[in-house]
């Protein structure tokens, strides 16, 4: 699985990369994502996907040390991709990311391997959060209490 000594290690004296996989069916989205997480130095976009089938095989191909899903993706959804992903590698913290969040979406979700949600109108102020947060082993769902993540 990912190496915990890379996973915390998201400070701006870091020497280690930490790599992200970006799913979103929108190219626009994905540069914009790109743009703002590799203002990080120690942070790189290593992969992307168009789809949550694409999503899938560039997880299994690249082992990301965490994962950005968009929910509404063609093929396969993101939330589809999310359990398809944790099946192969549960501890790789992943972030959810739409246009619309609601709180019955957050409540219903029941795999442990999403760690985060942002909605994509709140992602200049959300998303560098975000990941810093599930890379430190909490989680990140606006308007709710971060917490450890608990193996079962």
């Known amino acids: 699985m990912t190496n915990p000594e890379m996973r915390h290690s998201f400070s701006e004296n870091s020497t280690s990369t930490i790599r992200i996989l970006v799913a979103d069916d929108h190219e626009v989205m994905r540069l914009g994502i790109r743009n703002l997480l590799e203002v990080r130095p120690a942070w790189k976009v290593c992969a992307e996907a168009n789809d949550g089938k694409e999503a899938v095989e560039r997880a299994i191909e690249y082992h990301p040390d965490v994962i950005i899903l968009d929910i509404a993706m063609p093929t396969m959804n993101g939330i589809e991709a999310a359990g398809h992903i944790a099946a192969f590698y549960p501890d790789i913290p992943i972030i959810l990311f739409s246009l619309h969040?609601?709180?019955?979406?957050?409540?219903?979700?029941?795999?442990?391997?999403?760690?985060?949600?942002?909605?994509?109108?709140?992602?200049?102020?959300?998303?560098v959060n975000a990941v810093e947060t599930v890379l430190d082993g909490g989680t990140f769902f606006r308007g709710r209490k971060s917490a450890p993540v608990r193996s079962a």
């Open 101 to 127: 969040l609601s709180d019955e979406l957050i409540n219903n979700l029941h795999n442990q391997a999403i760690r985060g949600a942002v909605c994509k109108s709140e992602a200049g102020r959300d998303l």
